[in-house]
C-alpha cells in the first residue's frame, strides 16, 4: 500500500475541552478535601441527572480508567488487581483502575497539579446497563471507602424496548430518591430533576450534531477525535457549560463541512469503528489509518453518549427508556439493524471489529455478527484482537498487517466497481 505523510489537523475546541476537563477536576478536587459538597461515584451511563439535580458532584471512574489507559500506565497497574482477587479476564478498566489505587497513583496528578488522588465518595450508583462489573467495579470503592452503595438492576439483549422494561427501570430510579436525600441532606426537587434532564437533552442533540458531521464526505472529523471531545458529553452532561462547549465544536466542524475540509488529507475510505477504543493505542491507530488515506469516522463507541429520549417533561420514564435504549443492552438483532443504520448514514466502506479481550459486553464480533452483517450489506470488515486498557492483549505487528490487507482489500474492490 502507497503510504502519505500525515499532517495532523487540530480541532480548536479541543482547547476549550481541556479546560473544561481541568476544571472539572479541580472542581471533584477541592470539594473532596473540603468537604463543602458532596460527591456521587456515578457509572457513565448510569442515572447522573438524579444526582446532579440533588446537589451531588458527579465524578465517573471509567473515565479515571481511560485515563490510565491513554496514559499508557493501565497494564503495569493490573497485576495489583489481580493480586487482589479480579481476574486478569476482567474488565482491564476495573483492574487497572483499582491497580491504580492500591499503588496510590492516578494519572490526574500529572495533568493537574496539586491533585493527588481521585476524589472520595459520599456514595456510590452504578447502573447494570452496561454490564456486571461495574457493580463489582463499585462495591470495592464502597467498601474500602466506608462509603453507601446503590444500583440499578437493568435488562439485557433487549430486542424492543418494552413499557414493561421502561416501568421496572422508571421505579428502580425513583427508589434511589430516598437513600439519596439521606446522604445528601437535601430534598428532592422535580423541577431541578426537569432542568437537568433538558440541559442533559440538549448536550446529547448537539452531541449527536456533531457526530453528524462525519456524514460529510470530506468527513470532518474521526472517531480517534471523538474519542476525547467526547469528555464533556459524559462527565458534564446536565449542564450549561457542557451545552456551551458542544456549540463551540458544532460550529467549528459546520465550517470544515462547508469548505470541505477533511480530517483526513485525501479520504479514499470510511471506516466505521464497532468496539472500544485501544487507548494507549489512539495516536498511532489514528496516524495508521491516516496514512492509508482511510478515515475511521464514525463508531458505536461515540454514539452512546446520545440519549434522545431524555424529555423533561417526564424525566424517571425518559431517563429510563434513554438509558434502556443504549446500544450495549440491546440483542445482536437490534445491535444489527442499529449498524446497518449507521452504514448508510455514514457511507461506510468497511468496518473495524475490536475484539476487546476483558470486555466481551463491548464485543460485538465473537458469535458471527461480522458475518451477519457483510451477508446483508456487502460492507466487509476487519476483526482486531486487543483490549482497551491491556496492551499485553495485542500485537501491534499484527494490527498494521491486518489493516493495511483490508484497505488493500476495499482498493480492490473500488478499483472493481464494487
Ligand atoms: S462495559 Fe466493559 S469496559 Fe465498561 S465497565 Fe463494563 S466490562 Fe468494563
Not at 79 to 106: F, R
Not at 143 to 155: D, M, Q, V
Not at 169 to 187: C, R, V, Y
Not at 279 to 295: D, I, K, P, T, V
Request: proline share 4%.
Amino acid at each position: 500500500m502507497e503510504k502519505r505523510k500525515v499532517i495532523r489537523k487540530k480541532i480548536k475546541a479541543a482547547e476549550d475541552m481541556k479546560q473544561f476537563m481541568a476544571d472539572y477536576y479541580y472542581e471533584l478536587d477541592h470539594a473532596s478535601k473540603s468537604g463543602e459538597k458532596k460527591i456521587a461515584w456515578c457509572s457513565s451511563v448510569g442515572p447522573a441527572e438524579i444526582l446532579r439535580a440533588m446537589g451531588f458532584l458527579v465524578y465517573f471512574p471509567e473515565t479515571h480508567s481511560a485515563m490510565l489507559g491513554a496514559t499508557r500506565m493501565a497494564t503495569e497497574l493490573i497485576p495489583h488487581a489481580n493480586a487482589l482477587g479480579y481476574s486478569p479476564e476482567i474488565c482491564s478498566y476495573l483492574t487497572s483502575d483499582i491497580g491504580a489505587y492500591v499503588q496510590g497513583i492516578t494519572p490526574l496528578s500529572k495533568a493537574y497539579e496539586g491533585i493527588e488522588s481521585v476524589p472520595k465518595p459520599d456514595v456510590l450508583v452504578f447502573n447494570t446497563n452496561q454490564c456486571r462489573d461495574i457493580q463489582d467495579w463499585f462495591a470495592w470503592y464502597a467498601k474500602e471507602f466506608e462509603a453507601p452503595l446503590i444500583g440499578i438492576h437493568t435488562h439485557r439483549a433487549v430486542t424492543d424496548v418494552a413499557e414493561s422494561h421502561i416501568a421496572s427501570i422508571a421505579k428502580q430510579m425513583e427508589g434511589i430518591i430516598a437513600p439519596l436525600e439521606e446522604i445528601s441532606g437535601t430534598t428532592f426537587d422535580m423541577k431541578e430533576l426537569e432542568k437537568v434532564v433538558a440541559l442533559s437533552r440538549q448536550c446529547s442533540e448537539l452531541w449527536k450534531q456533531v457526530l453528524e458531521t462525519a456524514a460529510a464526505i470530506p468527513s470532518p472529523l474521526t472517531f480517534f477525535d471523538g474519542t476525547t471531545l467526547m469528555g464533556p458529553a459524559v462527565v458534564g452532561r446536565g449542564t450549561q457549560r457542557a451545552v456551551d462547549f458542544y456549540k463551540i465544536l458544532l460550529a467549528e466542524l459546520e465550517q470544515r463541512c462547508a469548505n470541505q475540509e477533511g480530517a483526513v488529507e485525501g479520504e479514499r475510505f470510511r471506516i466505521y469503528w464497532e468496539g472500544m477504543p485501544i487507548w494507549g493505542r489512539l495516536r498511532a491507530h489514528s496516524e495508521m489509518f491516516a496514512e492509508l488515506g482511510a478515515c475511521v469516522l464514525a463508531s458505536t463507541y461515540c454514539n452512546s453518549w446520545i440519549f434522545s429520549a431524555f424529555d423533561a417533561s417526564d424525566p424517571f420514564n425518559s431517563m429510563a427508556r434513554a438509558y434502556t435504549e443504549l446500544f450495549i443492552v440491546r440483542s445482536d438483532e437490534a445491535k444489527e439493524e442499529y449498524i446497518r443504520m449507521m452504514i448508510d448514514f455514514f457511507k461506510v466502506d468497511g468496518i473495524i471489529f475490536h475484539d476487546a479481550k476483558t470486555c466481551p459486553n463491548n464485543s460485538n464480533s465473537r458469535y458471527g455478527m461480522p458475518q451477519r452483517l457483510e451477508a446483508q450489506t456487502g460492507v466487509p470488515s476487519l476483526t482486531i484482537s486487543g483490549d482497551l486498557n491491556d496492551l499485553r492483549c495485542l500485537s501491534d505487528e499484527q494490527t498494521v498487517t491486518n489493516v493495511e490487507a483490508f484497505i488493500e482489500q476495499l482498493e480492490e474492490d473500488k478499483s472493481n466497481g464494487r
